[in-house]
C-alpha cells in the first residue's frame, strides 16, 4: 500500500559511502518532493547510527531515509524495530542485499522517489542474540565468503567469484553443530556453514533461500556439510547456478525460533557484518516488525 505523505522526514546518513551526486544530491531531492523541517544525522561509522535513528523518531520523523550499505541499514533496522517510522533505503553501499532483494536500484534519484511514492511492505525481521536482522545470519564459511569476495573479481566473473573466492577459505574440519527448530531437534552432524535467512539472495545475486519471503511469518534454515575442495565447488557451484536444495551437501528447512550450538566458537554475521564468535546462538522470526518502502 502507499502512504500519504509524511509530516516530518528524517535521513540518517553514513558520510563515506557514496551514491550519484553524493549527500548534496539527497538532501535537494528530498527537498523536492517538499520535505520541509529535515532532520538530518550524518555518521562516521554504521554502529554510531542507532543511537541518531532513534533520536529521530523520538523528533517525530515518520519516514526516515537510511543512507549507506548493509551496515548501515541493518543496524538502523535494529534501532527502529517497533516504533511505527517507515524507512526509506538508499543504496550507497557495494553489495546492498536487502535493497536488492526488494527491488530498490543503485540509483539515487529513484530511491528517493521510492520513499515518497512507493508502496509501504511490512517485512519480518530476524532477531539473534538480541540484535535484529534483515537478510541472514549465519556462522563459518558464508560469512568468510561474503565478506572477502573481490569486487573487482565480481565485476569480471560474476556469481562464480563467489566460488573462487569461497575455494579460497576451505581448511580444517566442521565442528559438530545441533540445531533446533521449534524446539525439536532438527540436525546433530558436523557442518562447516549454518545460514538463516530472511530473504532469499545474498552477495552478487547468488540464491540461497530460492523459495524465501520476508513477510511470511518464517525464517529459513539451511546447513552445509561439504568439506574440502571438491565437495565446496560442488555446493557454490550449485548455488552459483541452480537451486541451493538440491545440492547433496546442504540441507534446508524453515523455522519461527532455532536454537544452534557449536563444539567450538565461530564468528557469526548479521546481514553480511561480523560480531563476534559465539558457541551458542539464539534466533527467532519477529513478524512484522518494521516498515520499507519498495517499488510498486
Given at each position: 500500500m502507499t502512504a500519504p505523505a509524511p509530516k516530518r522526514v528524517a535521513v540518517v546518513a553514513h558520510r563515506k559511502k557514496t551514491l550519484g551526486g553524493g549527500l548534496d544530491e539527497l538532501r535537494a531531492a528530498i527537498a523536492a518532493h517538499g520535505a520541509e523541517d529535515l532532520i538530518w544525522y550524518e555518521v562516521p561509522k554504521s554502529r554510531k547510527a542507532p543511537k541518531k535513528a532513534r533520536r529521530a523518531v523520538q523528533q517525530g520523523a515518520e519516514l526516515v531515509f537510511v543512507w549507506g550499505g548493509d551496515g548501515m541499514v541493518q543496524r538502523c533496522l535494529d534501532a527502529l524495530a517497533g516504533r511505527g517510522a517507515t524507512v526509506a533505503i538508499v543504496p550507497a553501499g557495494t553489495a546492498n542485499l536487502l535493497a536488492g532483494n526488494l527491488g530498490i536500484p543503485d540509483d539515487l534519484g529513484e530511491a528517493v522517489r521510492i520513499g515518497f511514492e512507493g508502496e509501504r511492505r511490512r517485512l519480518d525481521l530476524g532477531r539473534l542474540n538480541g540484535e535484529h536482522f534483515a537478510v541472514m545470519a549465519g556462522a563459518g564459511f558464508d560469512g568468510r565468503l561474503i565478506r572477502d569476495a573481490d569486487?573487482?573479481?565480481?565485476?569480471?566473473?560474476?556469481?562464480?567469484?563467489?566460488?573462487?573466492?569461497?575455494?579460497?577459505?576451505?581448511?580444517?574440519?566442521?565442528?559438530?553443530?545441533?540445531?533446533?527448530?521449534?524446539?525439536?531437534?532438527?540436525?546433530?552432524?558436523?557442518?562447516?556453514?549454518?545460514?538463516?535467512?530472511?530473504?532469499?539472495?545474498?552477495?552478487?545475486?547468488?540464491?540461497?533461500?530460492?523459495?524465501?519471503?520476508?513477510?511470511?511469518?518464517?525464517?529459513?534454515?539451511?546447513?552445509?556439510?561439504?568439506?574440502?575442495?571438491?565437495?565446496?565447488?560442488?555446493?557454490?557451484?550449485?548455488?552459483?547456478?541452480?537451486?541451493?536444495?538440491?545440492?547433496?551437501?546442504?540441507?534446508?528447512?524453515?523455522?519461527?525460533?532455532?536454537?544452534?550450538?557449536?563444539?567450538?566458537?565461530?564468528?557469526?554475521?548479521?546481514?553480511?557484518?561480523?560480531?563476534?564468535?559465539?558457541?551458542?546462538?539464539?534466533?527467532?522470526?519477529?513478524?512484522?516488525?518494521?516498515?520499507?518502502?519498495?517499488?510498486?
Open positions: 569486487r573487482d573479481l565480481k565485476d569480471r566473473a560474476g556469481k562464480l567469484a563467489y566460488v573462487w573466492t569461497g575455494l579460497r577459505h576451505v581448511r580444517g574440519a566442521a565442528p559438530r553443530v545441533r540445531i533446533t527448530v521449534d524446539g525439536t531437534t532438527w540436525f546433530d552432524e558436523p557442518a562447516s556453514c549454518v545460514l538463516v535467512g530472511n530473504v532469499g539472495k545474498i552477495t552478487g545475486g547468488v540464491h540461497a533461500f530460492d523459495d524465501a519471503q520476508p513477510d511470511d511469518g518464517w525464517l529459513e534454515v539451511g546447513v552445509a556439510t561439504a568439506q574440502g575442495a571438491v565437495q565446496w565447488a560442488r555446493t557454490l557451484g550449485r548455488m552459483a547456478v541452480g537451486r541451493s536444495e538440491h545440492s547433496p551437501f546442504v540441507r534446508m528447512t524453515r523455522a519461527r525460533r532455532i536454537g544452534i550450538r557449536l563444539t567450538e566458537p565461530m564468528t557469526y554475521e548479521l546481514d553480511g557484518g561480523a560480531r563476534g564468535r559465539a558457541k551458542k546462538m539464539t534466533v527467532r522470526v519477529v513478524p512484522a516488525a518494521i516498515t520499507v518502502c519498495v517499488p510498486a
